[in-house]
């Protein structure tokens, strides 16, 4: 059962705990890193038969399989796909950055450039389900970004990729799709085999294997972040229906047993209330053994004298998922400031945001809201910038360049300004 608390009456240790790993995985992690990066494509055959259940004719999927797992499926569902990936095109154009230049001062120009980081990898988690909504939250911002190649990664049950998962790469825009999953994707990813490109960046979730492979190949490639288990705080008044907020914790709950499901509340009768219909909706769920083990572990419910210490709680949390569900919900959205994404309102449960509305489902997760964000174009695009002095500008200020250079005991710089002072200064 979920675990009921106020605010006050227990240490903060509980309040504010993370569901956590309970295994170290970095020596594996390391081993299968080294075996891609030596024997490529071989290793990556072994894992697939040891993991996946067997390896594919082919680590890539080719065009005509893309094609017909398209054909294969209910129209319907096509079209309800091509929905969520124009909404979330919608959504994500508008973070598309153009770069600027600026003239500060008389003969300096100044400016930034914004380009497309050209290869990018991104990793679909397929284990007990496969999740092409993720497919979409990946490829369709690298495709507005002008990433060259797009390559999605994702585990191969039995040498076949879900044909959802190979329908939304081909709808996203994907360029290749492998079918290769776990920390073998991304070892493949970041040093390159027969069949794998090398890539620049790495990018969407996966377990803990998965993480702890982004973790150390970082610096070799660029990662988005180190993904955890799922989070969902919702902040609820006397408003909000116990049994949809009990629904709405499950969302996330049924996740995986390291999810956490978190209620905070002013209403000591929602939060009692919540309490039973989670022991109700539980044994209803497919996922319920998933879902009884997460609620159980590191589901909690806490209560607070009023919803300004209830917003403060959910700050320190910083959780990946918030609601707010009150009487007047925008009112308190401006005073959240750590989360990774927030559902305003009784009628924008978190699947919204995971499916169709268009914000981006990718998030920073284990409190690191505090200083993460979203998944964003902004992650498919690197920046440089640019100077230029007219030789008057540098007559002007390369005194106090050089000054500066001095007093940092770096003379060779200075010397560098000084000797065209010298020479155009007379």
């Known amino acids: 059962m979920i ?13 504010f705990a993370r569901a956590q790993e309970t295994w170290d995985v970095s ?66 154009e508008k973070q598309l950055r153009r770069g600027y230049t600026t003239n500060p001062r008389p003969g300096v120009t100044l400016g930034q ?17 496969p999740l092409f909504s993720s497919v979409l939250m990946g490829v369709v911002p690298a495709k507005i970004a002008g990433c060259r190649e797009i390559a ?12 959802e998962i190979l329908a939304a790469a081909k709808i996203g825009g994907a360029d290749r799709v492998f079918k290769i999953g776990g920390a073998q994707a991304v070892a493949a990813l970041a040093y390159g085999t027969e069949s794998v490109p090398r890539v620049d960046k790495i990018l969407g979730p996966g377990n803990a294997y998965v993480a702890e492979a982004k973790r150390q190949v970082f610096g070799k490639v660029a990662i988005d972040m180190i993904a955890g288990p799922s989070e969902i705080l919702i902040l609820a008044d006397k408003t909000a229906d116990p049994e ?59 209560v607070t004298d009023d919803l300004g210490k209830a ?32 559902f305003v309102g009784g009628a924008t449960p978190e699947p919204v945001g995971d499916y169709y509305a268009g914000c981006n489902h990718t998030l920073p997760t284990g409190g690191t809201a505090r200083f993460s964000s979203p998944l964003s174009v902004d992650d498919f695009v690197k ?13 002007r200020e390369g005194a106090d360049i050089a000054y500066f250079a001095h007093r940092e005991g770096l003379d060779g710089h200075a010397g560098s300004v000084e000797r065209r002072l010298e020479r155009w200064g007379k």
Do not use: W
Request: with cysteine.
């Open 27 to 92: 020596a594996p992690v390391a081993e299968i890193l080294k075996n891609v990066r030596e024997r490529g494509d071989a290793a990556l055959r072994e894992y697939c038969d040891k993991f996946d259940g067997g390896a594919p004719e082919s680590l890539e999927a080719a065009a005509e399989e893309i094609d017909g797992a398209v054909a294969s499926l209910d129209p319907e569902f096509i079209r309800v796909m091509r929905s969520a990936a124009a909404n979330i095109a919608d959504f994500h």
């Open 113 to 129: 450039r914004v380009h497309p980081i050209e290869k990018v990898g991104i990793y679909v988690p397929g284990g007990t389900a």
């Open 383 to 395: 920046k440089s910038q640019y100077l230029f002095y007219e030789p008057s500008a540098l007559l």
């Open 3 to 15: 675990k009921l608390m106020t605010l006050g009456q227990v240490p903060d240790s509980e309040i």
């Open 311 to 342: 917003i403060d709680v959910a700050n320190r949390i910083a959780p990946e998922h918030m609601e707010i569900y009150t009487e007047n919900p925008m009112a308190y959205l401006e005073k959240v400031t750590n989360a990774g994404s927030v």
């Open 152 to 163: 999605v990664v994702t585990p191969a049950k039995g040498g076949a990729v879900a044909p």
């Open 244 to 302: 949809f907020v009990a629904a709405d914790l499950l969302s996330q709950a049924e996740h995986d047993k390291n999810a956490s499901a978190v209620l905070v509340t002013d209403c000591v009768e929602l939060a009692s209330a919540v309490r039973d219909e989670l022991e109700r909706q539980i044994p209803l769920l497919p996922r319920r053994e998933i879902a009884r083990a997460s609620v159980d572990r590191n589901g909690r419910i806490i």
